[in-house]
């Protein structure tokens, strides 16, 4: 819809400033001892006002020729033919409004204003025309930027949010009571296991509130969490679960997002390993490739397993986390098979 | 002034040892109830049933393989039941809607007892579980089903959609025919029909419910019916608008 059409204040405005065009051309074209200003002024003003509705199709004009695309002798044709068509149609309208008012006895000379200035006012409806094209290719730049602003803005708070998830996906409820209820479980049977286990969920919670709170931190301390986790979970799934790490020396003064291999560690066990009947090995990988960190979860799963649409949730948020902040330059990549199931993070290499 | 009854039989489904361990500690303080197994997934759990015969299920949902859900499914109502969970939303619902027994970890022996206690009298009144109403309100609609469990006695075979090849009709039974082999299942055709992919799985037939990715030709057979031929060589009927939803499909 044409912008000044969508507000009434804008057509206000838009009109108003007709409405003074209208009386400068009056002023233009009353003489001494020819028409008065008053005479000008009640044969062109009106016709003025409907020119300004007329030049509102400008619009279209800008809208099939938008400034970027174009070249300057299409934009010319275009912009010049509509106005010579537009200023054409000006002019017979005011003759014929002149006609008309030639029956009232004050007015009855109209007519040959219009046999006289013909070529001055074709003239000046042409300007009006490209002036008011020029117009609207301002407003219609000033709001498109605007859009763009509440675009990146709205980006901005998608970005925000998707990590606010992660984080509040975090601590997954359905582990806490687990937790717990191993604890309950070993106070009968073996009560420094239960310690132990209290001890470690304790440090778990601690860390991940603490790094949480942080945007960067050196790899090895995330590495330390996602042990810690693994830890904990081999305290409930006992022998059905084996750890295998393979980390290169070195890979831990790498900076990278805070809990960003937590969320995929956790998918491993919940989605992978405790699937399965006798369970399997989580192997946690992290290497210095050339220019950046790779790190890889790898887990055996169950070829059998029911396909949930909810398994995708926690890698997506890992996803969008990796695009907020690094944009193209960090890669996630995910391999499955029927009976494996591997994730690779790529990241730029970044010192402390 | 209740007599001396019987002990009450009970069995533990649950794949964490640790949680297993917990109820046998609780219960061995109960002179009312014996544990008679153990089970760490839903295929002994079937086992334990088909043999045991047991009074009471203490039943953990989230299992491999098969979960609490699907384990209730295959044994019916023929056990009482107390559900085992630590937080699953959907259960939770599904529990409070059929008023059915269930049990938070971590919970203690008060807890445990009074449950027990409801057990008791719900095996006095021979009050059973509405198992399809149950599971059906416990799982979010996900789509079409990706596998066919069939109960074999004590034995579970887990059927995968993209190996059946057809379904055939047999009075209060289904036949699955997948790789050759025929599996036995107490369902309806109708009702099987409704939990696998329409797109894939067309009722050719009053009797027969075909994959059509098994399908290799129709041809005319008498006068007014014709004949599916599947990959294999195996010929099914086809009615007159069995063909027509056929047709309408490819």
Request: charged share 25%; net charge neutral.
């Amino acid at each position: 819809m044409n912008p000044f059409l969508a507000r009434g204040d804008r057509l206000g405005l838009y009109l108003a400033s007709w409405l003074a065009v209208g009386g400068l051309l009056a002023s233009a074209v009353a003489r001494p001892g020819g028409f008065t200003w008053g005479q000008a002024l009640v044969v062109l003003v009106p016709v003025t006002l409907v020119y300004g509705f007329v030049c509102l199709s400008s619009w279209y004009v800008c809208r099939a020729t938008p400034l970027r695309a174009r070249s300057g002798s299409s934009l010319l044709t275009n912009i010049g033919g509509a106005s010579i068509v537009a200023s054409g149609f000006w002019l017979l309208l005011g003759q014929g409004w002149a006609r008309l008012l030639s029956g009232v006895p004050a007015l009855d000379a109209a007519p040959a204003l219009y046999a006289r200035d013909r070529v001055l006012l074709f003239t000046v409806g042409v300007l009006l025309y490209v002036l008011a094209t020029a117009v609207h290719y301002t407003v219609i730049a000033v709001e498109q930027s605007r859009a763009a602003e509440r675009r990146a803005l709205e980006l901005q708070l998608l970005a925000r949010e998707a990590e606010l998830k992660t984080l509040r996906a975090q601590i997954d409820p359905h582990f806490l009571f687990n937790c717990l209820h191993s604890i309950s479980a070993l106070t009968g049977s073996d009560p420094a296991a239960a310690r132990r286990m209290c001890l470690l969920l304790g440090e778990f919670l601690r860390t991940s509130v603490k790094l949480g709170a942080q945007d960067r931190i050196p790899f090895s301390e995330e590495l330390a969490l996602a042990e810690r986790y693994l830890e904990i979970e081999r305290v409930r799934f006992g022998p059905r679960l084996t750890i295998d790490r393979v980390v290169e020396d070195g890979v831990g003064a790498c900076a990278v997002p805070a809990l960003l291999l937590q969320p995929l560690v956790e998918n491993a066990v919940t989605h992978g390993v405790s699937h399965l009947v006798d369970g399997g090995t989580v192997r946690l990988e992290a290497r210095r490739t050339d220019g950046g960190l790779t790190v890889a979860v790898e887990n055996r799963c169950d070829p059998d397993r029911p396909k949930r649409p909810r398994t995708g949730v926690g890698l997506q948020n890992v996803r969008k986390r990796l695009a907020a902040q690094y944009g193209g330059e960090a890669a996630l990549r995910v391999d499955e098979s029927a009976e494996r199931f591997r994730v690779e993070l790529r990241l730029p290499w970044a010192g402390e | 002034m209740s007599e001396q009854t019987t002990k009450i039989r009970a069995v533990i489904v649950d794949d964490e040892e640790l949680a297993r361990s917990v109820l046998r500690e609780f219960l061995a303080g109960r002179p009312d109830v014996e544990v008679v197994a153990e089970c760490a997934n839903g295929f002994e759990a079937v086992r334990a049933v088909t043999e045991l015969k047991p009074d009471l299920l203490f039943l953990d949902i989230q299992m491999p393989k098969l979960d609490g859900f699907e384990v209730l499914e295959l044994i019916g109502s023929e056990v009482a039941v107390i559900f085992v969970t630590a937080y699953d939303e959907f259960a939770l619902r599904a529990f409070e809607v059929h008023a059915v027994d269930y049990l938070l970890k971590p919970f203690g022996a008060e807890r445990l007892a009074e449950s027990l206690d409801r057990a008791k009298s719900r095996l006095g009144r021979r009050a059973s579980l509405p198992v399809k109403a149950l599971v059906s309100t416990a799982r979010p609609k996900e789509g079409p089903a990706q596998r066919v469990l069939v109960r074999d006695g004590p034995r579970v075979h887990v059927v995968p959609v993209d190996k059946l090849d057809y379904v055939q009709a047999q009075d209060d039974y289904v036949c699955l025919h997948s790789e050759g082999k025929a599996f036995l299942k107490e369902q309806t055709l109708a009702e099987l029909e409704t939990t696998l992919d329409p797109g894939r799985f067309v009722r050719i037939h009053r009797s027969y419910l075909l994959n059509v990715e098994r399908l290799a030709r129709v041809e005319p057979y008498g006068k007014d019916s014709r004949v599916a031929i599947l990959a294999d060589g195996t010929r099914l009927p086809v009615s007159r608008s069995g063909y027509a939803r056929l047709s309408e499909l490819l």
